[in-house]
C-alpha cells in the first residue's frame, strides 16, 4: 500500500514557476514508478512525467498537446524526505490543471509503460495549478 500527499500548486502569473511536492509513504518504494499527471478542465488526464524511485531513468511527455513541457518541467526526487517533486518554469496558460502523484509497481521501464496511467495503482488527491496571463 502505498500513500501519497501533493503539494505545492497555486496561483502563477506567466512566465513564472512552482514546484511540486509529493510526499510518498509505503513499503519497498524501490519497486515502484512514480509519476505526475495532469487534468484541465474537460479534458482527460494526461501523463506529465516519470521516474523510478531506485535509479531515478525519467521520462517526460512527448505528445503534441505536451511537448512544451520538455525542457520546462523537471522530475526529481529525494529519497531522505520520500518525496518526489515537479519542477515547473516559463509556466504557460496551458498548463492549468489540477495535478496528480501516481505511484505503481515497476515491471518494465520505458516511454511507454511510464506514461500509461493504468500502470498505476495509487494516486494522490491532487494540487491545483493556475497560470494566470
Known amino acids: 500500500q502505498v500513500q501519497l500527499v501533493e503539494s505545492g500548486g497555486g496561483l502563477v502569473q506567466y512566465g513564472g514557476s512552482l514546484r511540486l511536492a509529493c510526499i510518498v509513504s509505503g513499503r519497498d518504494l524501490d519497486d515502484y514508478q512514480l509519476g505526475w499527471f495532469r487534468q484541465a478542465p474537460g479534458k482527460e488526464r494526461e501523463f506529465v512525467a516519470a521516474l523510478t524511485w531506485r535509479h531515478l531513468l525519467p521520462y517526460y511527455a512527448d505528445s503534441e498537446n505536451v511537448r512544451r513541457v520538455n525542457g520546462r518541467f523537471t522530475i526529481s526526487r529525494d529519497r531522505d524526505k520520500n518525496t518526489v517533486f515537479l519542477e515547473m518554469n516559463n509556466l504557460k496558460a496551458e498548463d492549468t490543471a489540477v495535478y496528480f502523484c501516481?505511484?505503481?509497481?515497476?515491471?518494465?521501464?520505458?516511454?511507454?509503460?511510464?506514461?500509461?496511467?493504468?500502470?498505476?495503482?495509487?494516486w494522490g488527491q491532487g494540487t491545483q495549478v493556475t497560470v494566470s496571463s
Open positions: 501516481a505511484a505503481g509497481t515497476l515491471k518494465y521501464w520505458n516511454a511507454g509503460t511510464a506514461g500509461n496511467p493504468h500502470n498505476y495503482a495509487y
